[in-house]
């Protein structure tokens, strides 16, 4: 703790992690000789960047780029980039750790990272948002590669800024090494059903949690947060699942459609025009927009899906939901409950679904992307969803039997970071001390 005490987003991430791994320890005393857990939570190495670049009004502006590279015993290190006024080592090294382990639990061959820049994507022009993409990948290339680290999007970064990051770094390598980058356009490198993996496998990932209990989605009422890439298609496949989803936001404030969110609007407004979620009550006059976020969490609702961002909600937001009636929280985003609001959860008859286990689809299908790439191959939109889905019930069921095989039956908090930690942990047994 003494050597990342600022860094309070990391600490509470690690310290969730070896929270839960206190039982593993007890059975693998190989672990403690080997030290594993002080080299896990070192990264393999921080790179932090200067990234220069000429704004419309021609003024150079600078900001600071990163690339966490954390760990690389399943495979090349592998995480999104973050384009956010927030971000900050402490946000970056959090999210590269819990990548570590979200990526060893999907099975496929990625290690754990992240990166990302304090660059401010809003308000800025197309032309603004290429300059930008060309200048961090201009400093950037050096450090990945297809067998080395694969970088794709998160906040900030969708298919548009992976193109132009992309395209910088096919220029500088002159080699079409599709591999590097994944979240690519489909037609262009990209995976068909990459666009709605996060969300599509939250919500498979729901699915078996409401399996196992003997309960279903349909007929259910959903509140998500966010209304970006991962809240956009969980509400897509909560709805075809016979979901009611009632409320969606963005950082400026909330909306609360009685009726049920029309899709196509928020569609039309969040990925098309680019515009507020406050503008959907110009289309639907009986629907309810507030300013602030902090009071979605208190719509009654069965199931929860915070999708858009960390520490989004607290103690007092999981008793009112708890107070409400819910049955299930799966989180979309990246670590949106803190450890109050874990601790509610899991005290509780609600069923909780980590963001380590419940959105590992987005990163999944981009390994399925990169398996794509190299195999200079297109998969159909079906065959990769089929996979996902495949994908997604794993990851249940190794959590879930995880959970029950170290003695906390039913928490999956517990039963993911053992399963994302015993095959990374046995990976660095293997390979030796370094
Ligand atoms: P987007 O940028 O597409 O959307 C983010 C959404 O969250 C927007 O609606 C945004 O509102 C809102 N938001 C962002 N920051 C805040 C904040 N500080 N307070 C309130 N609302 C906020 O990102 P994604 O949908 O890709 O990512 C959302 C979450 O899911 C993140 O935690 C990310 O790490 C995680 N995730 C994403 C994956 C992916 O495949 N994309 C994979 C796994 C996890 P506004 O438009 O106003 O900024």
Redesign the pocket.
């Known amino acids: 703790k003494s050597k990342n005490a600022h860094q309070l987003e990391f600490l509470q991430a690690a310290e969730e992690i070896f929270l839960s791994l206190v039982p593993v320890f007890e059975q693998h005393p190989e672990y403690i000789q080997h030290n594993i857990l002080e080299r896990i939570v070192e990264p393999d190495r921080i790179i932090s960047f200067r990234v220069a670049w000429q704004d419309d009004q021609n003024q150079v502006q600078v900001n600071r780029g990163y690339r966490v590279q954390y760990n690389n015993v399943i495979g090349p290190y592998k995480g999104?980039l973050?384009f956010?006024p927030?971000v900050n080592e402490s946000i970056m090294k959090f999210?590269a750790f819990e990548q570590i382990f979200k990526n060893a639990l999907t099975g496929q061959q990625i290690g754990g990272g992240k990166g990302g820049s304090d660059f401010n994507p809003?308000g800025k022009s197309n032309a603004e948002i290429m300059r930008f993409c060309q200048a961090f990948m201009t400093e950037l290339y050096r450090y990945v590669g297809p067998d080395v680290d694969v970088p794709?999007?998160?906040?900030?970064?969708?298919s548009r800024e992976v193109g132009y990051l992309w395209g910088q770094y096919k220029r500088i390598r002159g080699a079409y090494e599709a591999g590097v980058l994944t979240?690519k356009k489909p037609g262009y490198g990209g995976s068909l059903a990459?666009t709605e993996?996060?969300g599509y496998g939250l919500v498979y990932f729901v699915e078996e949690m409401l399996r196992e209990a003997k309960l279903s989605i349909n007929n259910k009422t959903v509140v998500v947060?966010?209304?970006?890439?991962?809240?956009?298609y969980a509400i897509e496949k909560a709805q075809h699942f016979g979901a009611k989803v009632v409320a969606c936001?963005?950082?400026?404030g909330y909306i609360y459609d009685p009726e049920g969110i029309n899709l196509k609007i928020v569609k039309q407004l969040?990925e098309v025009e680019g515009k507020?979620?406050k503008e959907y009550v110009n289309y639907r006059p009986n629907a309810l927009y507030t300013e602030g976020?902090d009071g979605i969490w208190t719509i009654p609702c069965d199931i929860a899906l915070p999708?858009?961002?960390?520490n989004?909600i607290n103690g007092d937001q999981a008793r009112t939901l708890i107070a409400n009636g819910v049955k299930v929280v799966a989180e979309?985003?990246?670590?949106?409950s803190n450890l109050d609001a874990i601790n509610e959860f899991l005290a509780s008859d609600v069923l909780f679904g980590p963001?380590k286990a419940a959105?590992?689809?987005?990163?999944a299908v981009?390994a399925l992307e990169m398996a794509q790439n190299s195999g200079r191959n297109y998969w159909t939109f079906q065959e990769v969803d089929e996979k996902l889905h495949g994908i997604m019930k794993s990851i249940f069921k190794e959590s879930s039997d995880a959970a029950k095989k170290y003695g906390y039956e039913g928490n999956l908090v517990v039963g993911s970071n053992i399963a994302g930690f015993i095959k990374v942990a046995n990976g660095m047994l293997v390979e030796g001390v370094y």
Do not use: W
Request: include cysteine.
């Open positions: 999104g973050r956010h927030t999210l809003k794709a999007g998160d906040i900030g970064v969708g979240g990459r993996a996060t947060s966010g209304s970006g890439n991962v809240a956009i936001s963005d950082s400026s969040k507020r979620i976020c999708c858009a961002t960390q989004e979309g985003a990246n670590m949106p963001g959105n590992a689809g987005g990163v981009s």
